[in-house]
T-cell receptor, first 113, second 111 residues
Framework: DAGITQSPRHKVTETGTPVTLRCHQT?????MYWYRQDPGHGLRLIHY???????DKGEVSDGYSVSRSKTEDFLLTLESATSSQTSVYFC????????????FGPGTRLTVL | DQQVKQNSPSLSVQEGRISILNCDYT??????FLWYKKYPAEGPTFLIS?????DKNEDGRFTVFLNKSAKHLSLHIVPSQPGDSAVYFC??????????FGQGTELSVKP
């Protein structure tokens, strides 16, 4: 299994508070991704990174920011959490070989009250 | 606009029979298609993929078929086993290298 961990695994927070989710990899993969999974929507890309300090927006980036200061860590920040950001968040990594096979972390369940 | 669609939210199959999961897409420029399997409280795991230049790829009990003219792909699982019960996502890789996922189909294999 690819070495990907996410922390925390569960979090309950209140509307308006900042939240940071961490993704850590031990595979030295260049590409890292943050997705959210919601019923009826599958997995939707929030932000991704193609190298240290190199990030770009995905499909549903509003309200989220990311940072990658080291190859192994990719942080997702909700500056001011809203109830619509209640979701399960998955981090993924990829070496971007022949095709973009991505390896996923175990997920973080975030509840915003 | 949903570029990748899985129109069946759920599927129930008897153990030993064939499971067929379907996926439709709208963008003819997708390069690769992938299937992921997801158990509750776990992250998705890669199952099988197919290049847009092929029409079939097989890996053990799992076969993916691609019909480019219909913009349709399907995953066949034969024979189905109770351990195959999970949510299956199809995904397409666009030319920017990003994956676009379908909504998922929950497969239940009954003993």
């Amino acid at each position: 299994d690819a070495g990907i961990t996410q922390s925390p695994r569960h979090k309950v927070t209140e509307t308006g508070t900042p939240v940071t989710l961490r993704c850590h990899q031990t595979e030295n993969h260049r590409y890292m991704y943050w997705y959210r999974q919601d019923p009826g929507h599958g997995l939707r890309l929030i932000h991704y990174s193609y190298g240290v300090k190199d990030t770009d927006k995905g499909e549903v980036s509003d309200g989220y920011s990311v940072s990658r200061s080291k190859t192994e860590d990719f942080l997702l920040t909700l500056e001011s959490a809203t109830s619509s950001q209640t979701s399960v968040y998955f981090c993924a990594i990829s070496g971007r070989g022949e095709y973009n096979e991505q390896f996923f972390g175990p997920g973080t369940r975030l509840t915003v009250l | 606009d949903q570029q990748v669609k899985q129109n069946s939210p759920s599927l129930s199959v008897q153990e030993g029979r064939i499971s067929i999961l379907n996926c439709d897409y709208t963008n003819s420029m997708f390069d690769y298609f992938l299937w992921y399997k997801k158990y509750p409280a776990e992250g998705p795991t890669f199952l099988i993929s197919i290049s847009s230049i092929k029409d079939k790829n097989e890996d053990g009990r799992f076969t993916v078929f691609l019909n480019k003219s219909a913009k349709h792909l399907s995953l066949h699982i034969v024979p189905s086993q109770p351990g195959d019960s999970a949510v299956y996502f199809c995904a397409a890789e666009n030319q920017g290298g990003k994956l676009i996922f379908g909504q998922g189909t929950e497969l239940s294999v009954k003993p």
